[in-house]
């Protein structure tokens, strides 16, 4: 729901899940929310003349500005914004122009196959986000006549895959609905504004982060201002060496201020602004590093360590009809990591198993999918890949099998076919079966 500018606004009691008024948490000091009407009117006017004049080129931004038919605006906005979370920019113009060009509107990709979105999709990573996409499609097009939502509300509400930010996206852009956005970008942007040091991945500040965007976002165009807030953090205002002499709204940015003078601004002081407890405020025990500037906000979160997994996987290879060697893929679950996308056969390894061992459980795998006995000695180590997921520090365990004959594989085990290596990289196959090939 957009927000009046009113400081009020802001402090809206939040509800418990009972529905009764929780407790109200104390407010945060007003240095460090939007109260002025003066100034957001500034920032507004300063942040959407520096978009209209330097905001990059982009493919989605052209349908979003070109594009009458309101469903094919909301669709365009929608595939680039599922497609640009964890993915930079120029990762993906490649794949949003092909994907546009192969499925232009919500009709198209709802009768494509889940098959067809994983190949397009493959190297782009975070693949259940093409599954969601294909999905909500689906549903537009059977259960809602082919009409997209028109509210962040209903598009949260109603399509699988899309959350709070993606939803507001949609809504400011292509509908120009008064909501804001809060993607790293933003949160990046207003806590450097507003210096605000508290840990900025925790519920209570994102709530606060969502309450000043709402009040910031331009009535007259809440969609250009939005994009232009997140490429603000995207191009000027970066995690680090932020390009603060280039920014448009730096006589608004208190971190800034307090780079050059040593203080915040307004008074009272930062000391100050800590009695009591500031929600907002950084911890005691992290003070103000001279050192770092502005980049001492936003409060680095602390990063948890990837799960370290190891899986052996085997390239069993023959001689194709025209000599040519021919590789024998096979496709994961329907669920879970890399879902439904084609590797080579393979078995997760637990720690610590030597050489010998993993050979040994690796042919047993084989065996009991091949139907026939594999020798420990005919499975030749080639190397190590490594592999980073979001969440695994995977390696890769590569064997090599060459085949004599031809063999019979179980379908019921699992689907399985050979490809030559054009085939190959045809397929839907993530980027780590890519680098073990």
């Given amino acids: 729901r957009s927000r009046s500018l009113s400081p009020s606004s802001v402090l809206t009691p939040r509800r418990s899940s009972a529905g009764a008024p929780a407790p109200a948490p104390a407010p945060p000091p007003a240095r460090h929310l939007f109260s002025d009407p003066a100034e957001v009117e500034a920032l507004r006017r300063n942040l959407l003349a520096w978009y209209d004049e330097c905001k990059r080129d982009l493919p989605w931004r052209r349908l979003a500005a070109t594009e009458p038919d309101s469903n094919r605006r909301a669709y365009a906005v929608w595939v680039s914004e599922i497609m640009l979370q964890q993915t930079q920019v120029a990762t993906v113009i490649d ?116 309450d000043m965007a709402n009040t910031l976002v331009d009535r007259s165009r809440p969609g250009d201002f939005n994009q232009a807030l997140m490429e603000l953090g995207a191009t000027v205002c970066v995690p680090k060496a932020p390009l603060c002499g280039e920014c448009p709204v730096k006589q608004h940015c208190q971190a800034r201020h307090r780079k050059l003078f040593g203080k915040p601004a307004p008074v009272p002081d930062v000391e100050d602004c800590g009695v009591g407890g500031c929600p907002l405020c950084p911890p005691a025990t992290e003070p103000w590093d001279s050192s770092l500037g502005v980049t001492n906000f936003p409060r680095k979160a602390v990063k948890k360590q990837p799960r370290v997994a190891r899986t052996a996987t085997c390239v069993l290879e023959r001689r194709g009809c025209h000599g040519a060697p ?38 047993d795998h084989l065996q009991a999918w091949m139907g026939q006995p594999v020798a420990m000695g005919s499975l030749r180590l080639i190397g190590e890949v490594v592999h980073i997921f979001s969440h695994i520090h995977q390696t890769y365990v590569v064997y090599s099998l060459p085949l004599d004959a031809d063999i019979t594989l179980d379908p019921a085990l699992s689907p399985s076919r050979w490809v030559t290596e054009k085939e190959f990289y045809a397929s839907a196959v993530s980027t780590a079966m890519k680098k073990v090939l």
């Fill in 95 to 210: 794949y949003y122009n092909r994907w546009m060009q192969k499925w232009p509107t919500l009709q198209a990709l709802s009768q494509a196959s889940l098959e067809e979105v994983n190949e397009l999709w493959a190297g782009l990573g975070y693949y259940s986000r093409g599954k969601r996409l294909q999905e909500a499609a689906r549903k537009v097009a059977s259960e809602l006549a082919g009409q997209m939502p028109r509210t962040a509300e209903d598009l949260q509400k109603l399509l699988p895959g899309v959350g709070r930010y993606t939803a507001g996206a949609i809504a400011s852009i292509s509908y120009g609905q008064a909501t804001g956005v809060v993607d790293g970008n933003v949160i990046r942007v207003l806590c450097r504004l507003r210096c605000i040091g508290a840990d900025s991945s925790s519920p209570a500040v994102i709530d606060w982060l969502w």
């Fill in 326 to 363: 021919e590789y024998l893929i096979v496709q994961r679950p329907s669920s879970g990591l890399l879902a439904g996308l084609w590797e080579f056969p393979s078995l997760p390894l637990a720690q610590g198993l030597q050489e010998e061992e993993q050979r040994e459980v690796l042919a």
